[in-house]
């Protein structure tokens, strides 16, 4: 099956390396999927659920803000966080999606409330996607 190169980095490392058929993120204006030949491109990521096929088999993930850089068969997700489906503590995201909304309760300002409410984001896709049905 055709493939493209693929690189997935965070600030806390390498997350993924290699060969994938398939993957699909959210930008900052909808999902975007990313197949061999892909045209170039480069977009801004939003907070989504991503999905990775590598030898036919699809993973998901919670991702969160960054950049997808396609560039002749070569792509990078260079993102914020990146969690697979796998590695996502639910118990710890709800702790912190409870956190988050108080937060944005108390919130004083525009950037305060910014901050709350893309953090809840967050946190509402880790539940989603640990949560997801196979």
């Known amino acids: 099956m055709p493939a493209f190169n693929l690189k997935i980095v965070t600030p806390h490392g390498v997350h993924y390396e290699g060969e994938a058929e398939a993957i699909t993120v959210r930008s900052v204006t909808g999902d975007v999927s990313v197949w061999p030949n892909h045209v170039n491109l480069v977009t801004a990521l939003g907070v989504g659920k991503a999905s990775v096929t590598v030898n036919g088999v699809r993973r998901t993930a919670a991702c969160a803000s960054g950049v997808l ?4 068969n070569d792509v990078t997700v260079l993102a914020n966080t990146f969690e697979w489906k796998e590695d ?3 118990e710890r995201a709800r702790e912190n999606l409870a956190r988050y909304k108080e937060e944005l309760k108390n919130a ?3 950037k305060e409330i910014s901050m709350a409410k ?3 984001q967050r946190e509402l896709t880790r539940e989603a996607v640990k949560t997801e049905k196979e």
Do not use: G, M
Not at 69 to 72: G, I, P, T
């Open 69 to 72: 850089s396609v560039l002749k």
């Open 88 to 90: 996502i503590d639910l």
């Open 108 to 110: 004083k300002d525009k």
């Open 118 to 120: 893309i953090r809840i």
